[in-house]
Each structure stands twice: as C-alpha cells, then as structure tokens.
DNA sequence: CTCTTGCGAGAGAGCGCTCTCTCAGCCGGA
DNA sequence: TCCGGCTGAGAGAGCGCTCTCTCGCAAGAG
C-alpha cells in the first residue's frame, strides 16, 4: 500500500486534482465548505506531499547547503565554534522551514562531491564555511547558478556576500587592554597565516602596538589547543621577559596557559593572557579566560538571513558584526 | 537559460533518452562507442542529473536525516560527543553517497516539523540520537514506513534497532579501579535518570559498590559541566570523607574537579576521580581525567551500517560496543 | 434583458527522469 | 534457408505535483 496521492485527496473530497492543491499550498481563492471537505479528506488519508514531485515543478527544493570545507576532525572535534554555527544555522532556518543538508567537504574528493551535488539543484542555496585560504570551493561555487554565502570573508577575493566579525578591530580591543595594564612586552600567538580570521588579528596586534611604540613577538599557531602550547614555549625561549600575550583564539589560549603553568610563569601577575572567540571553555580555565567575545549566534543568524534574502533578489552586501573585550581574570 | 535535460544530452548524442538514461546509471547494456558518445555530451553540455525527477520516479532520494533531539543549545556547544558522532556518520555517510539532512528536535513544535518532513519521504531513513527518556519521537517515527536507527537504547521500549556502547560495563571497570586502589568511600555523581546512559551508569555503580560491600553515596547531575560542580559540593557536604568519586560522564567531571579544587581537595590524593566518555578536554584537566573510553566513531559508524543494511532487508539486530578505561591521573 | 465583470473550480500540460515493453538485427543451429 | 534466441536501442507510460488557461456561473451595470 502506497502513500496516499492528491489525486486520491481530491477523489475523497469530490474535488479536481488542482483544487485540492490549491488548499495543500493555502491559496485563498477556495469556497470555505470545499476547503473543509479537502481538508477532511487530508487528514482521514493521512496525506502527505511529495517533495520530490513538487520540486520538480517548482524548482525549489526548500533546503539549503551548509558546506563545511574544513578537515573534519578539526570542525567538530576541536573547534566548539562550528558546533555554534552549526546549531543556530539550523534553528534560524528552522524558522523559514528550510532544512540542512549537512556536506562536510574535506579531501578533493568530497569537494567533487560537494561540486556536484550543488549543481545538481538539490538545494536553493548553500552557506559555505570555509576559512582556508587555499580552497577552491568558494570560487568553485560561485561559479554555480545557486546564491552562496560564506561564514566568514573568504579568504582569496571571489565574489560571495558574506557575514564576518570585526576581527581587527577585536584583537585592537585585547591589545589595547594590555597596553592600558602597562604591559610593557606583549607577545602574540597568531593564527595560521592562510586563514583570515590568523591575518586579521595580527593585523590588529600589530596595529596598537606599532602605535604604542612596543616590539612585536609573535609565534604562529593553528588554532589547535596543542599549536597554542608549543607557541607559548617557543615565545618563552624567544623572550623569557615577555609579560603578555594575546592568543589569537581561545584554543590556542587554553593550551598557552598550560605551557605557562608548566613553566612556572603565574597568570595574570607575571604574564597576562588575552584570548580570541570566548568559547565557553574559556570560562573554566584557570584562572578564567580574558578574551574577545565576537556574536557567533548573531553571525550565524545574519549568515542565514543574508541568504534568504540573495534569494529573493535583496543585496549582497557584506555584514560586518562588532567585537566586544571579555574581561576575567588572566589580564 | 535552464540546465540541461537527459533530453537534450540524448539529442546531442544522437540517441534516446533512455539509451542516455542508461549511461548516465552505468548500465553495461550500451555499445561502447554510443556509450563515449553520450558521455561527451553530457561533458559538453554540463548536464547533471536532476535529483526530484530521478526521486520522484525511483522512490529513493539518497539522503538520510539525523535528527537530535535534544535542546538544541545543550547537544552542541556543551557536549562534543554529539559533534563527534554527527561527523563519523557524515563521513561513513559519504562513502555511499547518501548525503545527511540535519534536523534538531527541540520544542514539541519542531517534533511535529520532523515528524511531518519523514512522513512526507524526504528521506530513505533516519539515525535518531535521543537520549531523552520522555522523547515521543522514537515511538512516533517507529510507525512511520521508514527504517530507523538510534543512537543509544532509546530510553522507552521501542521497536527501533539501535547501536550502544556497554554503560554498565563501563561504570563497572570505572568503579572497579577505583574499590581496586583501596578506595573505601567512593561517591557517584550520576546523570539524569530519564537517560540510559544515566541509568546504566549508575547500575554499573552500584553492582561493584554491592558486591565490594561498600555503601554507595549518589548525587545526580543533568550531564552538564555546572551541574557536575554542584553535585560534587552537595556530595562533599553529605559526606565530607569520601575518597573517590565516579562521575557519569567528563563533563560533570570537570565540574567536579572544579569543586574540588574549590574546596582544597587533592585530586588524586584526597579524592580520586574517574569520569566517562573520554572527551578531548579529560586529557587536559589538573589533573588529567580517567575516565571510561567508548568508541563514538565506531558507534556511529555501525549506526549507520545497521541503517544501510536495514534498508536492504539486513537485521535489525542491537549492536553493543565495548568500553574500555583510560587511566591518567586522577585515580 | 443583455453584456460585462469577477470569482471559484476544473482540465490538462508538463516538470525530468526511469523502466518496462517492444522491436530490430544478428548469430548459430537445425 | 529458416527460425529461435539474444543483445542493444527506442517508444512511451507514468511518477505526483503545480500552474496556466479556460469556463461556468452569479452579480451588477447599462
């Protein structure tokens, strides 16, 4: 036995094909009593649309890609950030009734996969999170007919909106809090060079102290908590009187912490820490994480937005969200 | 300017749609040369399938939905486990091409939204991670005509196959160690009793506590970091002498050694403690964690094994995985 | 009383594909 | 030589829906 049809719909209800449609879809142009006998037949049947048949017509599928092109193992293992985005995506799509296909594009291969099946029109729009530089996906898909939006500024200059956090501006905000601490030697542990959010940050340590007239001592990281230990050790060779450090993420912080306790080094007294994301861990660490705390949810949620809104023809303008400083404990 | 049909793939070959069709299936029947043929054109053309046709035709849509039910908020930003199993079935997903829709159960309203969108075949199964003992979903998609896998025992008796890992035993080689390091007062902070993995855990317990002829002392947290701190201080309050403590998963864990911390007890000196998952953070706690190791990806990777072969007519057989202790500092 | 207007409902085409059925053509065996 | 069997390709139905076009009918205008 089959799921029940529209046409088995309209039968029970007396109706043509296309009346009982019109109730399914909620038009307006349907006697009330004829509405109710379609209505009625719906519910005793069970009936339920076929999407499959229905996108065929109408060319929508009502879901949406959220494309991400990172080693999977870093995503969601590591990185709380994702799961954020992730989650509050799904929610604000939720809203509009447009599901997630989840694609995970890792190796070349899946990124042929991912290719294809975005060609292939199953979605309506795909939000792609992406932060290396060195991927071709954002210009692979901005290359398909099907509005993208990115989750962050891509990292190579190719023509997709996108919603990113004031990450300058951010790591302004943590330096300058050193810098009016008086911490006179102020180190930082960047993030990968190939990743703007690794660029942008530097950019911002570099800023305030050129303009306060410090050295800059900087190690470069992965956003791995591990990358932030061995950067804290690296910097502590490099410069064992250093008496700050702005970590570009809170991973990385977490494991700086840890390289400086192992060293003897007390937080915040001799050396304070600021760090990057306010992931909630953050919250835990000993002593708790000062850090930048950058609207993920609002980001996430905007990302969506900018994509409803491409789809309905509305502008592709780049959303910028502000930073704020967490102050805790460690600076 | 729309894309490409079979149609005109076939046209341009200079053959039928359906010679076309079979090529484009991989079906041996064709010449080879008629085969090259149709290939160049579907290079030529750029033509890529579309997936509503082929579904509405074949009844299949490739896809399979992995709904969470859980508060949203709870399931992604607190707890990795549920990152870590969305990802391995993602990828074990990927591997025969079937692509996941996500979808998160929270509210009563978003259980009807997923319940409506299986009903209406949307997908070719569902991998439903529910820990929740009250969760309607499992009996409500349990009815409907589609193959159904859950991650964990759901926690009401359901007709739903599922894929878990051995709790009890875990929480017996967990407690073991610890009645085995001469520990005489050993406390439990339990999970949520309306879970499995809470109630097993703390069978587990109590089976070693009864036949070590030790009393058990219980407190019980909902899974959460905060609530593993506020158990752990109701414990030290009801029974200030206790000398071990097996916590139901990591995160109340670090709660706890939080609290114990807090209140000048030396983990492992004072208070040893065991926890349960093996999360990324137990490696990093003062002091590490030891805790019961299972195999998520495994977990997931069979849950989704037992879907695929569910839908080819396979058994619906329970799959239990063995767990395994991970002894670092903390007992 | 006729003609227009507008609203509600039906007829039917067609979305792009798969798959069964049919058939042409070729081979080998009697 | 004829026929049966087999292989490879085409014809065409039909999956379940939407949407345009058409039409009947009632109401109001002239």
Chains 1, 2 share one sequence.
């Not at 992931?279 to 000993?286: G, N, P």
Request: glycine letters at 8%.
């Amino acid at each position: 036995m089959r799921r029940p049809t529209l046409e088995a719909v309209a039968a029970r209800a007396g109706v043509s094909r296309a009346t009982a449609s019109r109730v399914v879809n909620g038009q307006t142009t349907v006697a009330p009593q004829i509405r109710d006998a379609v209505l009625r037949a719906i519910d005793e049947l069970g009936y339920v649309p076929n999407p499959a048949a229905r996108s065929l017509v109408t060319q929508r599928t009502d879901s949406v890609a959220l494309v991400v092109s990172e080693p999977p193992t870093r995503v969601f293992s590591e990185d709380p950030l994702f799961s954020t985005v992730i989650r509050s995506a799904s929610v604000e799509l939720e809203t509009v009734n447009k599901q997630v296909v989840l694609m995970l594009a890792s190796s070349a291969s899946s990124h042929a996969r991912v290719e294809r099946y975005i060609a292939g029109g199953h979605v309506d729009g795909v939000m792609l999170i992406s932060m290396h530089g060195a991927d071709p996906l954002p210009a692979a898909l901005s290359r398909l007919r099907v509005p993208v939006v990115s989750y962050g500024r891509p990292a190579v200059p190719v023509d997709i909106p996108y919603v990113d956090n004031d990450n300058v501006g951010g790591a302004e905000l943590a330096v300058r809090h050193l810098v009016a601490a008086g911490r006179r030697r102020i180190a930082t542990i960047a993030g990968p060079q190939d990743m703007i959010g690794g660029q942008d940050r530097l950019t911002g340590y570099r800023n305030v102290l050129r303009d306060s007239d410090r050295r800059s001592i900087v190690a470069v990281g992965d956003f791995t908590r591990e990358s932030g230990a061995v950067a804290m050790r690296q910097l502590l060779g490099d410069d064992p009187g250093l008496d700050a450090v702005f970590v570009a993420n809170d991973l990385m912080a977490v494991g700086a912490l840890q390289s400086l306790r192992q060293a003897g080094r007390r937080v915040p007294d001799d050396v304070a820490v600021v760090g990057f994301d306010d992931i909630e861990a953050a919250r835990y660490t000993e002593p708790p994480l000062t850090t930048v705390r950058h609207p993920v949810v609002e980001q996430a949620t905007a990302m969506v937005r900018l994509l409803l809104g491409l789809a309905e023809g509305g502008p592709a303008d780049p959303v910028i969200l502000p930073t704020e400083l967490v102050v805790r404990a460690s600076a």
